[in-house]
């Protein structure tokens, strides 16, 4: 009980006193956590906030799964044939510390600043966590199970989709959870720069720069870093459950 | 489980190399060994004598080098449903329950073709049964005890009702009491108390003399790096076997005897 | 051809009986030239096909333009920026965010109070921070270590924190049981047992960082590796902006594998599956 209050105390102590100072000392510029909510309520009542995150997740959610449906075949082949890892690594080595905002530039050059320029930076961004743990997890496979499926004369066919990819479910989805809360920030990021550069189409990270650059609403752009937060914590809590829901046998 | 007689299992100058040309490692070296229908074979030796590379080439998981390992006449050239294994850390499938893990063999295999539906859960109903394992059907692998896991491991084993039996330490990770009472429940379900014809044929690997003794007709002692037959000790013990056979006075001369046979690699094992 | 499918199904089928112990044929190096040197083709044969070199320069222009960008001193200056960038921000999150996890993991009222406000401050990226960052930095040198330091503060704090909480609670019994005091338990048991978890959050901690880094240059500063990129695209100079793309990945490569080796040199003692 009392570790519960003090958890909960905290928060509470540090708005308050981010309150206080700004009252006292800044300008009436500086945001302070009663603007913030009444430019909150503003923004979800006139449903600009709900427009621009849903535009941003809709492209999260079409990049990440263009991701996994190139990534998780791909690994699966990787982990488990030798030949094809050790020929394709170099290429995995060497575009995996290319940050997905680095190649922005290029992907705004291909295809312009539309949803899909943002989709494919976001199946970029989410692609390797989930390539990487997918190969990790065959690779991880208790041979010994393959080895029981083979002595029962389980079928190669059937060993691949009863065996192998079940034992590596759990790691396909770490990899996807990893992959997702990348995918976040990379939207954030592309709409930030491509709304900063090139004036874009929407999305909550364009929507902080309109704040910035043209109505100098830092309230907004609070409210918006909250807005972020939050749904960066709820993607990350849904693909945490479906963890939890398709791998009950793990004790995490 | 169908009456045919059980195959006969011959092994002539078997050898197994592991590795490269230049450097390779000799695991197991002309090795001769007739493996006879119901019988209960015991393998021990010191820790690196190839226990499990014989085990892994009977199941056909591993090639041999050189020579000729054949069941009734016909070369082993890979794994068969007539041979099951039982894996020393169990190899349970961690997303199955016990249902499912004893089922695996009869719904994605060869055992279960030709088996309805309800045939199969019968089956299954069965080898649940004959471990003891009512009541824990819906569980999950790591939801039980180590004790739990191993009878879960041997049902999924008879459920799919080999005529080979091939075990690898099965019961080496599992407390003093708790191996003793599996060691009596094993020979039940090989069918000590059956005729011999009636037996199923049962290869058992163990680093435990007096586990071997107790349960097998004869104890094939192998010597380490490589792994060659020591001897073959005849275990002319009465069955069936229970607690009066652990203290009996013959039984502690059979230990005694394995033991100075292998006693000086074993210090050494303990030193590399 | 059909013979390396054939072998590849070999090995495929390999994984699946459970050996998936295969020989190596060829050392890592020559597999390396061979793959980027296939892929060096495949794109060169693809800039060949486009019409319009300015959407795909071919692997030579690149290269033209990497050693022009060097002759220039575009590349060692702006890389210099980047990286000290880096430097200094992970140096400042570390010096803060190291002490603090390790008093975190070992005091229940700091951990207390700082559980929630992390936890709440955590799931906002830091790239999320660079609009308001503009207000208070303005464009320069301040917003993007701030938003570095921000990125990598939380991976430190939290690895090293629950890397002190993991410590084998029988390696400090049996240091108490020697009668060791307090201040040599910490810096002789906690913090070697925790130091590959703070490693390991170390390299996350760079990884994220360079991430920040370019998005952070791209948006706000007049200088560094992701401000040449986005000024080299505005000048529609394609192989430029390649050129530093792949200045960024090795640069980020080669700080990941600093942080290996000086983890294997911290520790020479931890298991080998953990460097890769």
């Known amino acids: 009980m009392k570790h519960f209050l003090i958890r909960f105390a905290t928060p509470i102590v540090l708005i308050a006193l981010w309150q206080l100072f700004a009252d006292a000392f800044g300008s009436p510029r500086i945001p302070r956590p009663s603007a913030v909510l009444a430019s909150a309520m503003k923004l979800i009542g006139s449903g600009d906030l709900v427009t621009a995150l849903v535009t941003s997740l809709g492209r999260v959610f079409s990049g990440f799964m263009l991701a996994c449906a190139i990534a998780i075949p791909l690994g699966i082949l990787m982990g488990s044939v030798r030949t094809v890892e050790r020929n394709l690594d170099p290429l995995v080595e060497s575009f995996r510390p290319v940050a997905a905002i680095a190649i922005l530039p290029l992907v705004i050059l291909w295809l312009g600043t539309g949803s899909m320029a943002a989709i494919v930076i976001v199946a970029y961004a989410a692609f390797f966590p ?100 939050i749904v960066a914590l709820v993607l990350d809590r849904i693909l945490r459950a479906a963890l939890h829901a398709a791998v009950p046998w793990s004790r995490l | 489980m169908t009456q045919q007689p059980a195959p006969k299992i011959t092994l002539a100058h078997v050898r197994k190399e592991f590795g490269g040309t230049p450097a390779a490692v000799v695991a197991v070296d002309s090795l001769s060994l007739d493996i006879q229908p119901g019988e209960f ?38 794994p068969g449903a007539e041979r099951g294994v039982m894996f020393q850390d169990y190899a349970l499938f961690p997303w199955k329950t016990v249902v499912g893990n004893i089922g695996f063999g009869l719904d994605h295999g060869p055992a279960g073709h030709g088996l309805s539906r309800a045939e199969r859960e019968a089956r299954v109903t069965r080898a649940i049964d004959l471990v003891g394992l009512k009541g824990s059907e819906t569980k999950y692998p790591h939801q039980l005890s180590g004790g739990m896991r191993q009878r879960v491991a041997l049902a999924r084993l008879v459920a799919n009702e080999p005529k080979i039996l091939l075990m690898d330490e099965p019961l080496a990770a599992l407390d003093a009491q708790t191996r003793i009472i599996l060691q009596d429940e094993l020979l039940r379900i090989w069918g000590q108390d059956k005729p011999t014809s009636e037996r199923r044929t049962v290869v058992y690997i163990t680093h435990s003399i007096d586990e071997a003794i107790f349960l097998a007709d004869r104890v094939v002692v192998l010597s380490s790096h490589p792994g060659r037959l020591k001897r073959i000790v005849d275990v002319d013990l009465a069955r069936p076997r229970n607690d009066e056979t652990r203290k009996s006075r013959s039984f502690a001369e059979l230990s005694q005897t394995i033991w100075e046979l292998i006693r000086e690699e074993a210090y050494r094992a303990t030193m590399r | 051809m059909v013979q390396r499918i054939a072998g590849m199904m070999a090995s495929f089928s390999g994984v699946l009986m459970g050996n998936s112990t295969a020989p190596r044929h060829w050392p890592a190096w020559t597999i390396y030239l061979r793959t980027m040197g296939l892929f060096c083709l495949l794109w060169y044969a693809m800039s060949w096909l486009t019409p319009n070199k300015i959407l795909l320069p071919s692997p030579l222009d690149v290269a033209s333009a990497l050693r022009d960008r060097i002759d220039d001193g575009e590349l060692v200056a702006n ?36 559980e929630w406000p992390v936890e709440l401050l955590r799931p906002i990226a830091g790239i999320a921070w660079i609009p308001l960052a503009l207000f208070m930095f303005g464009i320069g040198n301040g917003l993007p270590i701030f938003i570095m330091i921000y990125t990598a503060f939380f991976p430190l704090l939290l690895g090293t924190a629950a890397g002190v909480r993991n410590v084998d609670r029988r390696l400090i019994s049996a240091a108490r049981t020697m009668g060791i005091p307090k201040g040599t338990l910490m810096r002789h048991v906690i913090f070697p047992a925790a130091l590959p978890s703070i490693m390991t959050s170390a390299r996350l901690a760079v990884a994220a960082s360079w991430t920040a880094v370019v998005a952070a240059e791209l948006v706000g500063a007049p200088s560094g590796l992701g401000y040449a990129i986005e000024y080299y695209r ?43």
């Open chain 3, 79 to 114: 890389a210099t920026v980047s990286l000290t960038r880096l430097l200094v921000s992970v140096s400042i999150a570390s010096l803060i965010a190291i002490p603090l996890g390790l008093a975190m993991g070992t005091s229940r009222l700091l951990e207390d109070l700082l």
């Open chain 1, 130 to 229: 989930i390539l990487i743990n997918t190969i990790a997890g065959v690779k991880r496979i208790d041979n010994n199970l393959m080895r029981a499926a083979y002595t029962m004369g389980v079928p190669p066919a059937t060993r691949m989709w009863v065996v192998l990819l079940p034992a590596a479910l759990p790691a396909i989805l770490v990899g996807m959870r990893i992959g997702l809360g990348m995918a976040w920030t990379a939207i954030i990021a592309a709409e930030l720069a491509v709304g900063a550069k090139a004036g874009g189409e929407g999305g909550i990270g364009q929507m902080m720069f309109i704040f910035y650059a043209y109505s100098v609403e830092l309230n907004g752009i609070v409210v918006c870093m909250i807005a972020v937060g």
């Open chain 3, 234 to 276: 505005s000048m529609l100079d394609t192989p430029s902006v390649m050129a530093f793309i792949i200045v960024i990945g090795t640069l980020g490569f080669l700080c990941d594998a600093a942080l290996r080796s000086l983890s294997a040199a911290l520790m020479p003692w931890a298991n080998a599956e953990e460097k890769r």
């Open chain 2, 41 to 78: 074979l015991a393998i021990v030796g010191p820790s690196g004598c190839g226990k499990t590379t014989v085990l892994n080439m009977l199941a056909g998981l591993e090639p041999v080098t050189s020579g000729t390992m054949t069941m009734d006449g016909k070369a082993i050239s890979g």
